[in-house]
């Protein structure tokens, strides 16, 4: 069975440039959530999609976008990137609501 | 929202025991143990529900203490492949989403 499989895996950007990051989860689940980790501040939440629907969203700006289709595929996107945003941005697919996750390998940004 | 862990980071000889602590300043409604090795993606380790048994999985075990909100994770009789990093997720009530907050990690490093 195929894990959860993230492109691209490094990217460059500059500042003001923008970025979408795609995810393909394990065939079968329907949640898809992005997590932002710098080494500073771990994991953190970025948003939650369930059947094509946002159900969550954490506590970033507008900038950081995501959507997901019908076959479960989501992407991200992030607007007028800042180096701040230079991170690993990391996808996970559950089969069940609060359930395990299953992280794939995450896109690494680096904004110059 | 983001739990606390400690310690930040910990180096034990293989055999040696190690507890992992996750505290929150919230009533927490689940925890849940993921492990990162350098370069590779989270892996799920468990997941502790409020009223819950302690879980075990092997040699790696965890307890939820509602009272003082806040999760541990023991590691006995550590062997070199337990290296890594820690992350503890929590929830604070039943979404029915996977929206978990996840503290800074606690980095684990297992020597011969």
């Known amino acids: 069975k195929a894990g959860v499989t993230q492109t691209p895996r490094y990217l460059i950007k500059t500042r003001g440039q923008q970025v979408t990051l795609s995810c393909s989860p394990i065939?079968?689940?329907?949640?898809v959530s992005w997590y932002q980790q710098t080494p500073g501040q771990g994991l953190q939440f970025l948003f939650e999609?369930?059947?094509?629907?946002?159900?969550n969203k954490g506590n970033f700006p507008g900038r950081f976008s995501g959507r997901q289709f019908s076959n479960s595929r989501s992407e991200m996107n992030v607007s007028t990137l800042e180096l701040g945003d230079s991170a690993l941005y990391l996808c996970?697919?559950?089969?069940?609501?609060?359930?395990?996750?299953?992280f794939g390998e995450g896109s690494r940004l680096t904004v110059l | 929202q983001q739990p606390v862990q400690s310690p930040q980071a910990v180096i034990l000889r293989e055999g040696e025991d190690a507890v992992i602590n996750c505290s929150s300043s919230?009533?927490?409604?689940?925890v849940h143990w993921y492990r990162q090795k350098h370069g590779e993606a989270p892996v799920f380790l468990m997941i502790?529900?409020?009223?819950?048994e302690q879980k075990g999985h092997e040699k790696i075990s965890a307890s939820f203490n509602e009272k003082k909100q806040q999760s541990s994770l023991y590691l006995t009789a550590s062997q070199l492949s337990y290296s890594g990093t820690y992350f503890c997720?929590?929830?604070?009530?039943?979404?029915?989403?996977?929206?978990?907050?996840f503290g800074t990690g606690t980095r684990l490093t297992v020597i011969p």
């Open positions: 996970a697919s559950s089969l069940l609501t609060s359930g395990e996750l299953f």
């Open positions: 997720g929590t929830e604070y009530r039943q979404t029915g989403a996977n929206n978990l907050f």
């Open positions: 999609y369930f059947s094509e629907t946002q159900r």
């Open positions: 065939s079968g689940h329907r949640s």
């Open positions: 502790l529900l409020k009223g819950g």
């Open positions: 919230k009533a927490l409604y689940s």
